[in-house]
């Protein structure tokens, strides 16, 4: 009976192998460090299997990675005492691509059509970048369950590979290489060593090379070692293989705290808010060990939603040992984490605003929607929160203030912080709404992301100033354009006539049409009748898609303004419906409420008409 199997890769390993096989990339080192990551995966996975499972193979086995080499032969081993493959998961894992970087690499060979060799390094290609240094690769592997047969695997980088019964006693895998002859300084040990303590000096299990007793590597994590002992490179790199985001982290947090918790926590603040094409981590959440065990990949209760932005490790010597995936999130200590966490990210953030004001404003570019939904989500936080909002103004349409920043200009007399919601910045700012504050100075906060109306759900109050749209709020006019606005007013008895005139013409289109006293430079605005929802929530409602009409407005009229006098006294009746209907169409459009905008320009025409033949 020949226990032997053939089998073909499929299409895209092909490629893959045939990039690999003819790379003549000058990292090829680097195989060295996916086939111990491998190996130290391995090992995880046969802990994790312990904490509940006491019936593995070899259970006493030290947890361990073998590196040995030999130069006569061109000969290198990797053996590990991990987990091990049944003959079924050699041939589905190591049969096709499985490292998501793998194929990101394949897509952007493809697309650039250049060398793609170079990247390799970067993107981490896994297991198969073994195919740079080898002439053939043999698999030998014994799974922990205590009744599983060795196999091995073997393949030359052809298109197939051979799967057939092992012969190997430990639990655990082994991966021999045959060198290429150009390959051959990887049979050196000193090169080996260094390969081992340039990319792999983290791993957490000891690294034997050769005879020697002593591991190669140091054995801590990254975020188990004291931060001086830490370059900044150092961050970087451990990001980048984590992420595989090209761009640096715009900062890391690095802690370790005894109180209320026991944890360790590694923590990047990436610099763009999508994550690049050639992401590794396509999930949000962070890596979660207990003592140096991972426990699950992507852990969504570490941090608070509207922080789901941030990337890395935390790590608790307080976790019950027999924890599982399931048991993290019933266990008390996931809160407490949580609190800590969270609060170190926000003073973070804090530290970033204080110190580095630019690059503060890119991150808020970036994650700003994030914390206004923070503030509509989490009212708890909302405190924490606050300082880190930037707006731009009336005032200051350029820059971001904070709204400290904002009430530290704000006028002895000022009670309330001005707000203005609108679709974009340069309609706000012409809103007749703002009249009064243009007029007067008095700097108004321009809401013009859609996540804004969610925030102004939870921020309703700063310090000890409410929050004011200014289409609801008070103005004080003072007292010289007050007279000034009195001795241009129009006639009462004509100015009802007038509003007769809107109330005929705009009929059901409007709760009422009245006089305001807030307008100087603009003719008309529209406001909302008392007791109709805010402006703010109509917008929430309107982006959640809620069936949900547009109150009618009540249209207010400045009784000063020389278009109204003027079309009083107007002779034409059709010129003079269809003026009011295009003041009633031009307040809808500066509130960004008007349904069919272009169906104005006919009515446009006929009034540009009407006034070149006068
Ligand atoms: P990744 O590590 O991202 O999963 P790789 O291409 O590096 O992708 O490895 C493919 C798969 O082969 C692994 O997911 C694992 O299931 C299996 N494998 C590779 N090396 C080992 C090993 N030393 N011990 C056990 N399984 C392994
Ligand atoms: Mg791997």
């Given at each position: ?470 289409s609801q ?53 529209l406001v909302d009748p008392d007791?109709t929802m805010n402006p703010?929530?109509q ?12 109150p009618?407005k009540i ?60």
């Open positions: 009976m020949t226990d032997s199997q053939q089998f073909t890769f499929k299409a895209e390993t092909k490629q893959l192998l045939n990039i690999l096989i003819h790379s003549l990339y000058k990292d090829r080192e680097v195989f060295l460090r996916e086939l111990l990551s491998n190996a130290s995966d391995a090992i995880n996975r046969l802990r994790f299997e312990m904490l509940t499972n006491a019936n593995v193979l070899d259970a006493d086995a030290e947890l361990k990675i073998h590196v040995r080499a030999d130069k006569d032969s061109r000969t290198v081993t990797i053996q590990d005492t991990g987990i091990g493959m049944t003959r079924e998961e050699a041939i589905d894992h190591l049969g096709v691509i499985a490292q998501s970087g793998a194929r990101k690499f394949l897509e952007a060979a493809k697309e650039k059509n250049v060398d793609a060799s170079g990247m390799i390094g970067q993107f981490g290609v896994g297991f198969y970048s073994v195919f740079m240094v080898a002439e053939w690769v043999k698999v030998t592997s014994r799974s922990f369950h205590p009744d599983a047969e060795a196999v091995t695997w073997y393949a030359t980088g052809d298109d197939a590979y051979q799967v057939s019964a092992g012969e190997m006693s430990e639990r655990g895998t082994k991966i021999e290489i045959k060198l290429k002859e150009d390959a051959a300084e990887f049979a050196e040990e000193y090169r080996i060593k260094n390969i081992i303590h340039k990319h792999s000096d983290y791993i957490g299990f000891p690294i034997y090379v050769g005879d020697e007793k002593e591991s190669v590597n140091k054995q801590t994590s990254l975020w188990r070692t004291s931060r001086n002992e830490i370059t900044e490179d150092q961050y970087k790199d451990f990001y980048r293989q984590t992420t595989l985001d090209f761009e640096e982290p715009l900062s890391h947090i690095h802690f370790v705290t005894d109180a209320p918790v026991q944890l360790y926590a590694l923590l990047y603040i990436p610099s763009k808010a999508e994550r690049g094409v050639f992401a590794l981590r396509k999930e949000d959440g962070l890596k979660l060990y207990s003592r140096n065990i991972l426990i699950d990949d992507y852990n969504k209760d570490l941090l608070p939603e509207y922080l789901r932005f941030v990337q890395g490790v935390v790590d608790s010597e307080d976790l019950p040992l027999n924890v599982s995936r399931e048991t993290v999130q019933s266990s008390g200590l996931m809160p407490k984490l949580k609190k800590v966490l969270t609060g170190q990210v926000i003073k973070e953030l804090e530290s970033m605003a204080k110190k580095d004001a630019e690059k503060y404003n890119s991150f808020w570019g970036e994650f700003g929607a994030y914390l206004k939904q923070g503030i509509a989500a989490s009212p708890m936080d909302t405190e924490n929160i606050q300082g880190l909002l930037r707006f731009k103004t009336n005032l200051n349409p350029e820059t971001w203030s904070s709204l400290e920043e904002y009430v530290g200009r704000m006028k002895a007399e000022q009670k309330e912080i001005y707000f203005i919601v609108g679709e974009d910045s340069k309609s706000v700012l012409r809103s007749p709404h703002l009249d009064y504050f243009h007029a007067q100075g008095t700097e108004v906060l321009l809401l013009t992301d859609p996540m804004d109306s969610f925030m102004l759900m939870g921020l309703r109050k700063y310090k000890d100033f409410e929050l004011k749209n200014v709020a008070d103005v004080k006019i003072d007292e010289k354009e007050k007279e000034k606005a009195e001795a241009e007013k129009m006639p009462d008895t004509d100015f009802n006539t007038l509003i007769e005139k809107f109330k005929q013409v705009l009929g059901e289109q409007v709760a009422d049409v009245r006089a305001s006293s807030r307008l100087s430079q603009s003719v008309a605005r007791g703010e929530m917008r929430v409602y309107k982006f959640l898609g809620k069936e949900y009409e547009v009618k249209l207010e009229l400045n009784p000063s303004h020389a278009i109204l006098k003027n079309l009083l006294k107007l002779e034409n009746a059709d010129l003079q419906t269809a003026i009011v209907e295009q003041i009633y169409d031009s307040a809808l459009l500066v509130e960004g409420l008007h349904p069919d905008p272009s169906s104005i320009a006919p009515r446009v025409q006929r009034i540009i008409e009407a006034a070149l033949q006068k």
